[in-house]
Protein backbone atom coordinates (compact mmCIF):
# COMPACT_ATOMS: atom_id res chain seq x y z
CA UNK A 1 0.00 0.00 0.00
CA UNK A 2 1.22 3.53 -0.85
CA UNK A 3 0.94 6.07 1.61
CA UNK A 4 0.91 10.09 0.15
CA UNK A 5 0.33 13.31 0.71
CA UNK A 6 0.81 14.44 -2.85
CA UNK A 7 2.60 13.14 -6.01
CA UNK A 8 6.21 13.39 -4.60
CA UNK A 9 5.84 12.69 -0.95
CA UNK A 10 5.60 8.75 -1.13
CA UNK A 11 6.15 6.16 1.48
CA UNK A 12 5.27 2.24 0.74
CA UNK A 13 6.54 -1.76 1.90
CA UNK A 14 6.90 -3.98 -0.93
CA UNK A 15 7.30 -7.41 -1.44
CA UNK A 16 11.29 -7.96 -2.39
CA UNK A 17 10.08 -9.36 -5.88
CA UNK A 18 10.89 -7.49 -9.32
CA UNK A 19 7.19 -7.38 -10.44
CA UNK A 20 6.25 -5.00 -7.79
CA UNK A 21 9.55 -2.82 -7.71
CA UNK A 22 8.07 -2.78 -11.83
CA UNK A 23 4.58 -1.91 -10.84
CA UNK A 24 5.77 0.67 -8.05
CA UNK A 25 8.18 2.47 -10.92
CA UNK A 26 5.44 2.58 -13.55
CA UNK A 27 2.63 4.12 -10.73
CA UNK A 28 5.75 6.72 -9.35
CA UNK A 29 5.93 7.72 -12.78
CA UNK A 30 2.41 8.01 -13.57
CA UNK A 31 2.09 10.47 -10.80
CA UNK A 32 4.91 12.26 -10.97
CA UNK A 33 5.67 12.93 -14.78
CA UNK A 34 3.04 16.28 -14.70
CA UNK A 35 4.86 17.61 -11.73
CA UNK A 36 8.75 17.01 -12.01
CA UNK A 37 10.78 18.63 -14.47
CA UNK A 38 10.82 16.58 -17.50
CA UNK A 39 14.81 17.13 -17.71
CA UNK A 40 15.02 14.97 -14.61
CA UNK A 41 12.23 12.09 -15.69
CA UNK A 42 15.61 9.98 -16.70
CA UNK A 43 17.64 10.10 -14.27
CA UNK A 44 15.43 9.95 -11.12
CA UNK A 45 13.25 6.98 -12.50
CA UNK A 46 16.99 5.32 -13.08
CA UNK A 47 17.97 5.40 -9.28
CA UNK A 48 14.61 4.40 -8.09
CA UNK A 49 15.02 1.57 -9.86
CA UNK A 50 18.70 1.13 -9.17
CA UNK A 51 18.07 1.45 -5.30
CA UNK A 52 14.87 -0.92 -5.75
CA UNK A 53 16.41 -3.57 -7.77
CA UNK A 54 19.18 -3.67 -5.54
CA UNK A 55 17.13 -4.18 -2.18
CA UNK A 56 15.51 -7.16 -4.12
CA UNK A 57 18.45 -8.84 -5.56
CA UNK A 58 21.25 -8.18 -3.11
CA UNK A 59 19.15 -7.23 0.36
CA UNK A 60 16.61 -9.52 0.35
CA UNK A 61 18.15 -12.31 -2.18
CA UNK A 62 14.54 -12.15 -4.18
CA UNK A 63 12.40 -13.84 -1.28
CA UNK A 64 9.24 -12.80 -1.72
CA UNK A 65 8.16 -13.13 1.85
CA UNK A 66 11.18 -10.12 2.88
CA UNK A 67 9.67 -6.68 2.60
CA UNK A 68 11.08 -3.32 1.53
CA UNK A 69 10.58 0.02 2.50
CA UNK A 70 10.57 3.14 0.44
CA UNK A 71 10.39 7.07 0.86
CA UNK A 72 10.08 9.29 -2.33
CA UNK A 73 10.26 13.28 -0.77
CA UNK A 74 10.31 16.44 -3.02
CA UNK A 75 10.80 19.69 -0.88
CA UNK A 76 11.61 22.47 -3.04
CA UNK A 77 13.85 21.81 -5.92
CA UNK A 78 15.61 18.52 -4.08
CA UNK A 79 13.95 15.04 -4.15
CA UNK A 80 14.92 12.72 -1.99
CA UNK A 81 14.20 9.00 -2.63
CA UNK A 82 14.91 6.42 0.85
CA UNK A 83 15.37 2.90 -0.02
CA UNK A 84 15.43 0.12 3.24
CA UNK A 85 15.48 -3.74 3.07
CA UNK A 86 15.84 -6.38 5.84
CA UNK A 87 19.32 -8.02 4.44
CA UNK A 88 22.63 -7.90 5.86
CA UNK A 89 23.64 -4.96 4.08
CA UNK A 90 27.18 -4.52 2.63
CA UNK A 91 30.31 -2.95 2.27
CA UNK A 92 29.43 0.34 0.51
CA UNK A 93 32.92 2.12 1.23
CA UNK A 94 34.50 -0.82 -0.52
CA UNK A 95 32.27 -0.54 -3.37
CA UNK A 96 32.35 3.23 -3.47
CA UNK A 97 35.81 2.96 -4.04
CA UNK A 98 35.50 0.46 -7.40
CA UNK A 99 35.04 1.46 -10.66
CA UNK A 100 33.28 -0.27 -13.15
CA UNK A 101 33.74 -0.35 -16.84
CA UNK A 102 30.67 0.56 -20.06
CA UNK A 103 30.78 -2.99 -20.93
CA UNK A 104 30.50 -4.18 -17.53
CA UNK A 105 27.20 -6.26 -16.98
CA UNK A 106 26.78 -6.04 -13.56
CA UNK A 107 28.67 -3.96 -10.67
CA UNK A 108 27.61 -0.38 -11.76
CA UNK A 109 25.24 0.53 -9.30
CA UNK A 110 27.73 3.08 -7.73
CA UNK A 111 28.52 4.67 -11.22
CA UNK A 112 24.72 5.77 -11.98
CA UNK A 113 24.21 6.83 -8.20
CA UNK A 114 28.11 9.13 -8.95
CA UNK A 115 26.25 9.91 -12.55
CA UNK A 116 22.85 11.00 -11.85
CA UNK A 117 22.31 11.52 -7.97
CA UNK A 118 23.26 14.77 -6.19
CA UNK A 119 24.33 13.48 -2.54
CA UNK A 120 24.69 9.76 -1.51
CA UNK A 121 24.00 8.18 1.75
CA UNK A 122 24.05 4.95 3.38
CA UNK A 123 23.62 3.89 7.07
CA UNK A 124 26.46 1.86 8.42
CA UNK A 125 25.29 -1.66 7.64
CA UNK A 126 24.49 -0.77 4.15
CA UNK A 127 20.81 -1.78 4.07
CA UNK A 128 19.54 1.51 3.73
CA UNK A 129 20.06 4.13 1.03
CA UNK A 130 20.01 7.41 0.74
CA UNK A 131 19.60 9.35 -2.64
CA UNK A 132 18.80 13.07 -3.12
CA UNK A 133 18.34 14.67 -6.89
CA UNK A 134 19.25 18.57 -6.94
CA UNK A 135 15.77 18.92 -9.80
CA UNK A 136 16.27 21.20 -12.78
CA UNK A 137 15.09 24.59 -12.56
CA UNK A 138 13.09 24.73 -16.01
CA UNK A 139 9.66 23.78 -16.38
CA UNK A 140 7.49 21.25 -15.61
CA UNK A 141 5.97 18.67 -18.37
Not at 2 to 11: A, E, F, Q, R
Not at 111 to 135: P, S, W
Request: with cysteine; charged share 25%.
Amino acid sequence: MIHSNGPCDLHTELPATLAAVEDFVLGFRRRTQPVLPREDHFAIELLLRELLCNAVVHGCRKDPDKRIRCAVRQRRQRLTLVVCDGGSGFDWRAAWRQSSGASDCSGRGMEILRAYATQVRFNKTGNQAVIVRQLSTGESQ
